[in-house]
T-cell receptor, first 115, second 114 residues
Framework: EPEVTQTPSHQVTQMGQEVILRCVPISNHLYFYWYRQILGQKVEFLVSFYNNEISEKSEIFDDQFSVERPDGSNFTLKIRSTKLEDSAMYFC?????????????FGNGTRLTVT | DQQVKQNSPSLSVQEGRISILNCDYTNSMFDYFLWYKKYPAEGPTFLISISSIKDKNEDGRFTVFLNKSAKHLSLHIVPSQPGDSAVYFCAASARETSGSRLTFGEGTQLTVNP
């Protein structure tokens, strides 16, 4: 079964540094997402992306965050200047279409540790 | 954000018995509900969903029930198997008003004992 793949599985960075998290969504999917889960907290929506633009973003997704689909396969999340509170599991997800019985497929996540 | 709430952080059941996981929501605009299962070091895996026009959806050992008047849904797993041991997340979306954003509950750790 096709999978959403994320790299790296674990990223350690120093506060203030830029970090790029990478995702390869399922190949024929059209909608792409980033979610995050801070340790001990809920999975939270960050941003959705469709037709090469952001379709929706949460209040968490401020100017320090950006997303890009630089080619036909990759979908990236950039954090410009990381803060300690950005430490979390970041999950990429994709979906073919937004309809019943067409659920979000998640990758295995990137654990980001900001020191 | 308390729009989706799973009040039981953990549940333990015997193999072969029924597991019932519960979820409450407050946003009356939610019209689509999903259950995801998550193993450690993996992403959430879709289990089953239900649209607000239905009150029950069944897929093999998994059944989701939706009570719109009570703003409550539940996931029944029967019979439970040790491999079902994982964290189960309830999620909801308001597709007409908020597009495809999912709002998750806190999760319930299910342990199925052999």
């Amino acid at each position: 079964e096709p999978e959403v793949t994320q790299t790296p599985s674990h990223q350690v960075t120093q506060m203030g540094q830029e970090v790029i998290l990478r995702c390869v969504p399922i190949s024929n999917h059209l909608y792409f997402y980033w979610y995050r889960q801070i340790l001990g907290q809920k999975v939270e929506f960050l941003v959705s992306f469709y037709n090469n633009e952001i379709s929706e973003k949460s209040e968490i997704f401020d100017d320090q965050f950006s997303v890009e689909r630089p080619d036909g396969s990759n979908f990236t999340l950039k954090i410009r200047s990381t803060k300690l509170e950005d430490s979390a599991m970041y999950f990429c997800a994709s979906i073919l279409e937004w309809a019943d019985n067409s659920p979000l497929h998640f990758g295995n996540g990137t654990r980001l540790t900001v020191t | 954000d308390q729009q989706v709430k799973q009040n039981s952080p953990s549940l333990s059941v015997q193999e072969g018995r029924i597991s019932i996981l519960n979820c409450d929501y407050t946003n009356s605009m939610f019209d689509y509900f999903l259950w995801y299962k998550k193993y450690p070091a993996e992403g959430p895996t879709f289990l089953i969903s239900i649209s607000s026009i239905k009150d029950k959806n069944e897929d093999g050992r998994f059944t989701v029930f939706l009570n719109k008047s009570a703003k409550h849904l539940s996931l029944h797993i029967v019979p439970s198997q040790p491999g079902d041991s994982a964290v189960y997340f309830c999620a909801a979306s308001a597709r007409e008003t908020s597009g495809s954003r999912l709002t998750f509950g806190e999760g319930t750790q299910l342990t199925v004992n052999p």
